[in-house]
């Protein structure tokens, strides 16, 4: 296999982590459309703003934890930096960005209520479609592992056998899918299911990007180890809070 693999749609040759990423976006947002929401019971308008909320604070928890992710790279080449500032996003900056828009706006508008349940699967299933993308592309997604020696290493065009960690998150993301889809069947208080996805995938984040060869900014870690270790400890602490207790 040749990265980046190429999607061949009749004459055309689309990039894979643009289709992926399109497919990704487009699903989770027709999932969240035509599944979620009629069964919600907030009003059309407070959904609407919560949702421009939480976008608005993706756009910009995406860029800014993708740059500190790479300070490194200013330091090394100003043109990496202008690419990075394009073009440069990261799923956890995305999703606790997205998160503090959504809370910023419930507090503007006035409500009170968990709205994350909602938003669970349509971003279990969209990023797990981003992340065939990311796999498909190879070394120029920088989601790639460290070098292994294990039987599944992949070769993404270096001649390094590196861990498939793009891979290990899709299959993590199908777990905890189900784990959600099996606490659903019992009864559960509103936003339980949103702290459950939030606890588990960053804490899957935390682990799993020791195998990334990620510049390290503190202690060892990271700027989105960092961002996940705190995103996790916030998740146990609300659901700490909800006296959480699987039946």
């Not at 279990?124 to 592309?137: E, H, N, P, S």
Request: net charge positive.
């Amino acid at each position: 296999m040749q990265f980046p693999v190429y999607i061949g749609l009749g004459a055309w040759k689309i990039h894979p982590h643009f289709l992926f990423e399109f497919l990704g976006y487009a699903v989770a947002f027709r999932l969240l459309l035509w599944r979620n929401l009629r069964a919600d019971s907030l009003p059309t308008t407070q959904r609407s703003s919560i949702i421009a909320g939480g976008m608005v604070g993706a756009v910009v928890g995406a860029k800014a934890l993708v740059l500190l992710q790479h300070v490194d790279l200013s330091w090394l080449d100003w043109r990496q930096w202008l690419l990075l500032i394009a073009q440069g996003k990261t799923i956890v900056g995305a999703l606790l960005g997205g998160l503090i828009g959504v809370e910023i706006t419930k507090s503007w508008i006035g409500v009170t209520k968990s709205t994350g349940d909602v938003f669970v699967v349509p971003l279990l299933v969209g990023t797990a479609i981003g992340r065939i993308g990311c796999f498909l592309t190879g070394l120029r997604d920088r989601t790639y592992g460290t070098l292994t020696t294990l039987p599944w290493g992949v070769d993404f065009g270096d001649g390094i056998l590196r861990h498939p960690t793009q891979l290990y998150e899709i299959a993590f993301l199908i777990l905890l899918g189900v784990v959600i889809v099996w606490r659903k069947q019992s009864p559960y208080r509103s936003g339980d299911l949103f702290q459950i996805y939030l606890a588990g995938y960053l804490g899957f984040r935390f682990l799993i990007d020791f195998l990334k060869p990620d510049f390290h900014l503190l202690f060892g870690m990271s700027a989105v180890q960092i961002a996940c270790l705190l995103g996790f400890l916030y998740a146990c602490r609300q659901l700490s809070r909800r006296s959480f207790i699987i039946h």
